[in-house]
C-alpha cells in the first residue's frame, strides 16, 4: 500500500473495532440467517487464505478494521457481503485510508473500451472473480488490516490479519489495476492476444473484447485462462461468450446489457452510447 505518512502514526483502534463488533453481535444474535451468511462470508475469507488469525505481539503500528455486513435480498448468489470501513478514525483522528495514496489510473477509460467493443460482430465479456482478494498484500502492512470476530457470543474474540487487497481502502483500485497490467507486461510474450486485451479492454475486474471471428475469441478465451494459470492465485470467470447472426442484432444485444450495468460509471456518455445503439 502507497502511504502519504508513516502509519505508525495511527493510534488506538482496538476499543474502536470492538465497540462495533458488539454492536454487529446485538442484530446477529436477533437474526440467525444473518448470523449465517455473516459466518459463512468469514469462514470462506479464512478457508482461501485471504485471513489468518494472529497473535498481539506488536503494540503500535497496527489498526484494527470495524466491519459490518451488507445484505442484499435480490442477488442471487453472495446475498450477504462484509464491508470493513478503512475510513473508521481512532484515537488519534487518523483511519488507514487518509495516510494512502490512490495510485491513479492504471487503464483505459471506460468509454474508449466500449466504443471499441462494438467494433465486430463477436463479442467476449468476462470477469475476474473475486479481484480484489487474488493480490497479496505485502506481510510487513498486513498489520494495518486487522479485524476482530469470533463465531459465537460464549467464544473469545478472536484476531485476524487480512492477507489481500481489501476492497474498501483507497490505493485498492490501483493496486488490483496495476497489478493486471504488470501480469500482462510479464507474460506478454508467450501470450499476445490476452495481455493485449488485459492491457487496452479491461475495465476493473470486467474484459469487453470483440472479433471479426469466432476463433479469435475463442482464442482469446484460452489465452486469458492460460495466463491466469501462471499466477498463485488464478482466476477463473472467464466466462460468457456471446455471438450474434448480425452487426446490429450483436450490438444491440450486446450493448443494451452493458449499458444497464455502467450507467452509474459513465453517466451521461451512456446516453450517446443508447443513441447509437438505436441508430444501427
Known sequence: MPFKKDPNCLGQSKDIALKKLNSLWNRLKREPNYLKLYRDFLKEYKELGHMQEVDEKEKSGMYFIPHLGVYRSDKKTSKLRVVFNASSANTNGYSLNPLQYNGGVAQNDIFSIMVRFRKHIFAFI????????????????????????????????????????????????????????????????????????????MYIDDVHWCAKIKDEVEKLAYQLNEEAERTER????????????????NQADVMGECLSSIKHVVGVRSVFLEKRLHAV
Open 234 to 249: 488464478p482466476h477463473r470467470r472467464l466466462s460468457k461468450v456471446m455471438y450474434g447472426s448480425t452487426y446490429a442484432d
Open 126 to 201: 468476462a470477469d475476474v472473480q473475486k479481484m480484489y482478494r487474488m493480490i497479496w498484500i505485502n506481510p510487513d502492512q498486513r498489520k494495518l488490516q486487522r479485524i476482530l470476530w469470533r463465531e459465537n457470543m460464549d467464544e473469545p474474540i478472536k484476531t485476524f490479519e487480512l492477507s489481500t487487497v481489501t476492497y474498501v481502502t483507497t490505493s485498492a483500485p490501483f493496486l488490483v489495476t496495476r497489478t493486471l497490467k504488470q501480469l500482462a507486461l510479464d507474460e506478454a510474450e508467450n501470450f499476445p492476444l490476452g495481455s493485449s486485451v488485459v492491457m487496452s479492454d
